[in-house]
């Protein structure tokens, strides 16, 4: 699948977040990478910021918060593109939840693990 391709997917996936949800996140930009980290070769994606729980007062001025979908990993655990579809929607939903200060072991509950 084209990087082309793979980002309309994330993007298609962000169009899915209810507006409610979709209207309270803030401060952050999105994007997709082909590679993850060295360190982390498996990584799907990854939420690097302040979580909203985690914001107080003197939360102003920074940088956006930064998801950041990787396209190769998802694409080498997937056989079929309605699989890339599945698991693009998933990894935007579990790192869309770490800005909202959701933890991996509640996202496993969840079915988002």
């Known amino acids: 699948m084209s990087r082309a391709d793979f980002e309309v997917l994330v993007s298609e ?10 209207a309270l996140i803030d401060n952050v930009a999105i994007f997709v990478e082909d590679e993850p980290p060295a360190g982390d070769p498996q990584l799907l994606g990854i939420y690097e910021g302040i979580p909203l729980t985690e914001r107080g007062h003197y939360y102003g001025g920074v940088l956006p918060d930064r998801i950041t979908i990787y396209r190769n990993p998802t694409l080498a655990i997937c056989d079929t593109v309605e699989d890339v579809v599945d698991e693009v929607n998933i990894t935007v939903v579990h790192e869309i939840a770490h800005h909202f200060g959701i933890d991996d072991a509640r996202l496993h509950e969840l079915g988002y693990g």
């Not at 996936?13 to 979709?22: I, K, R, S």
């Open 13 to 22: 996936a962000l169009d899915e977040v209810p507006p409610e949800l979709a």
